[in-house]
């Protein structure tokens, strides 16, 4: 499984980021070779409009199975987000990235 | 820390007025953040000093550079926004058209078009009366709020907010619900909305509130003036019962509230009475939603 | 005649004030009522409530804007239209061309500047306009589509209907988006004379002042309308007589005014001051050039 979570930090420890399309960065965890990567998304804060989007297509990327984030995501990222297949699972805008893999683990989210 | 957005959708039914009430009811503890750029009037009750201020920039703008101009007239050809009229000889981009979209930048031979970053206004940190901190900006003439500025108004205040160990954000929310009003709701603990119980605001609050439900943000409703139609305002409790919204307070039409506008101060300021200890109580059962 | 209603922030009572204004002309000669807040049009809501317009739609339409639609057999991938894009509302998945409408300006450089012709332009529905009309008066209005961020072109398509059904002479009333953005510039810039709306209260002073500031930056003809008169304070008035403002009408703070607009009903058949105050705005608007009005 690779999932994908949007952080303000680029470790286990950094809280997460609530938003999507403007998330700070993406923390990507393979789990299968358990290696953490992260991407920088501050770029998104020079964006007018269309934040949303644009973000989705850098995930697409990543090819992600899971995204964790906080709020969900608006109506055009869901589109992309849809079409990417990735399941999106919510609420965990208030922890750090490692609470929220184990609140994942454990079928809390 | 936690972040509490107030929204109405439509105006003029007092959020503002509420907002200033709960920022000086959190006093210290509440950093404020002003994202109603459109009509940025908190800062009338707050008493900001205006200490730093950075200028903001959103979008782009096209610029001939006159010089390298060959005055083939392509641009002007293939600008759907008539933004490149000839002026005295020369094409000049008119900046109330322009769209910003570059596509006459992207067909210039001479690379004569430069894409500027549009200033449309200046973001502000302030100390307020509370012995707290507000962020707010102001806009240009004809300049659009945009998501990026109520962003970087929310960012700024939540960056101070941890910096300086604040428990919360207050934000005063765009109307509408476009782009805007979605970056002010991105990464909410906790959503206000102040609604009026006027045909015209119960429809409002319907759309707006449409997009709170997608999100999945936690939502309260104060109905303002809420004596002003008994009727409305019985399908709104219904409407809030229905969709699981936590009904916070019913306020009453009450002139006390321009009043302390007109004294510069918030309500609960103003006033000690009736008005004021509703008010109070709303505060303290969103903290309790909060949690 | 096109007179366009205005505030500096929202629920001043512009609306009230446009569709007073326009069902007390009606009764005396044609007058046409349009509301240009595209996002939340709601003068119908007073228009139908008080039974006044029983009659059936003249037109409904759909409006349109020009967006491009992907072809995928004409695709070749190689991003130029994503790149070409400045507000993200072309974007590339893999082997996927997504179009967001409701981003697209309508620039067409991703259309044309596609190698193969896989980005045609094709109009989309962006929002609705509705003409009706009952005795002397015509409303027209036109409503955007949820989700839809621009305003200007429905604003302008709107335009374009009024000056294509009505002659020069008809009294025109715009009900105008607040706020000082592009969508009012779009709405007030055709305009013979702006009525700016507010109240005599800080934040109605100080919303008004960069209404004024707009109003004076597009070289207009305005005057300002006080509503809610005697809340708050003298501000607004000596404001308006130092800047040399006319100030057209001061409609009493009353509360069954609030309580008629809550219902969704007209003001003056109910409350006699409101008509005298129309009949002031009234006789300044006839002592303009081209004044029209009977």
């Given amino acids: 499984m690779r999932i994908v979570f949007t952080t303000k930090g680029t470790s286990w420890e950094s809280a997460m980021d609530p938003r999507f399309g403007r998330t700070e960065y993406f923390l990507i965890y393979d789990e299968g070779k358990d290696k953490l990567l992260h991407y920088d998304n501050r770029d998104s804060a020079n964006d007018a409009h269309g934040a949303g989007p644009k973000t989705a297509q850098k995930l697409f990327e990543f090819s992600p199975d899971i995204l964790i984030t906080g709020n969900g995501p608006g109506g055009n990222a869901t589109t992309v987000l849809e079409k990417t297949g990735v399941i999106i699972l919510v609420g965990a805008g208030d922890m750090t990235a490692k609470e929220a893999y184990n609140a994942y683990k454990n079928g809390e989210l | 820390m936690k972040e509490i957005v107030v929204i109405s959708g439509k105006g003029g039914t007092g959020k503002t007025s509420i907002t200033a009430s709960f920022a000086v009811l959190g006093g210290k503890n509440v950093i404020v953040a002003d994202c109603d750029v459109d009509a940025a009037d908190m800062h009338l009750l707050l008493e900001p000093d205006f200490q730093d201020s950075e200028d903001f920039y959103s979008g782009e703008l096209a610029y001939i550079k006159q010089g390298q101009c060959v005055k083939c007239g392509k641009c002007a050809d293939v600008c759907r926004f008539d933004a490149i009229p000839i002026i005295n000889n020369q094409y000049i981009v008119d900046p109330l058209s322009c769209e910003g979209c570059g596509y006459c930048a992207r067909v210039c031979p001479t690379d004569a078009i430069i894409n500027k970053d549009l200033n449309v206004g200046k973001w502000y940190i302030s100390n307020i009366k509370t012995g707290s901190i507000m962020v707010h900006a102001r806009l240009g003439i004809g300049a659009d709020n945009s998501g990026k500025l109520v962003a970087k108004v929310k960012s700024e205040a939540k960056d101070i907010a941890e910096d300086e160990f604040k428990d919360y954000v207050i934000v005063d929310g765009s109307p509408g619900v476009g782009c805007p009003v979605v970056s002010s709701l991105s990464g909410a603990s906790f959503v206000v909305l102040v609604t009026e119980p006027s045909v015209s605001g119960l429809h409002d609050l319907k759309r707006v509130y449409e997009l709170v439900h997608k999100f999945n943000i936690k939502a309260g409703c104060i109905i303002n003036k809420a004596d002003i139609n008994p009727e409305v305002c019985k399908n709104i409790e219904g409407f809030l019962q229905k969709e699981n919204i936590v009904h916070i307070a019913n306020l009453p039409y009450d002139e006390d509230f321009t009043k302390a506008m007109t004294n510069g101060q918030t309500i609960v300021e103003y006033s000690n009475g009736h008005l004021k200890e509703l008010i109070a109580k709303s505060w303290k059962k969103i903290l309790e939603n909060v949690k | ?294």
């Fill in chain 3, 1 to 294: 005649m096109k007179i366009a209603i205005a505030s500096g922030k929202g629920g001043t009572g512009k609306t009230t004030l446009s569709t007073n204004l326009a069902s007390y002309l009606a009764e005396k000669q044609d007058v046409v009522l349009i509301d240009l807040d595209v996002e939340e049009p709601n003068s119908g809501l007073f228009i139908h409530n008080d039974g006044v317009v029983q009659s059936h739609p003249v037109t409904i339409e759909d409006k349109f804007k020009m967006v491009p639609e992907w072809i995928e057999d004409k695709c070749t991938f190689c991003g130029i239209c994503q790149k070409v894009c400045n507000f993200h509302a072309v974007i590339q998945l893999g082997k996927m061309i997504m179009v967001f409408p409701e981003l697209c300006h309508g620039c067409y450089a991703c259309s044309e500047l596609c190698p193969t012709d896989a980005l045609p332009m094709i109009p989309k529905k962006m929002g609705e306009l509705k003409h009706i009309k009952t005795g002397q008066l015509n409303f027209v209005e036109s409503r955007l589509l949820i989700g839809e961020e621009q305003a200007v072109p429905l604003i302008s398509q709107t335009h374009k209907y009024i000056d294509e059904h009505f002659d020069a002479e008809t009294i025109k009333i715009f009900d105008s988006p607040p706020g000082t953005s592009c969508p009012v510039i779009e709405a007030t810039k055709d305009a013979d004379f702006v009525i700016l709306i507010t109240e005599p209260t800080p934040f109605g002073f100080h919303d008004l002042k960069l209404a004024v500031e707009t109003m004076k930056e597009l070289k207009k003809k305005f005057g300002v309308v006080v509503n809610r008169y005697g809340i708050g304070n003298d501000d607004v008035v000596d404001y308006c007589e130092k800047e040399n403002v006319p100030l057209l009408a001061k409609v009493p703070n009353d509360r069954r005014i609030t309580e008629l607009y809550s219902k969704g009903k007209l003001v003056y058949k109910e409350v006699p001051e409101m008509g005298k105050e129309l009949d002031k705005i009234i006789a300044y608007l006839s002592t303009l050039k081209d004044g029209g009005l009977a």
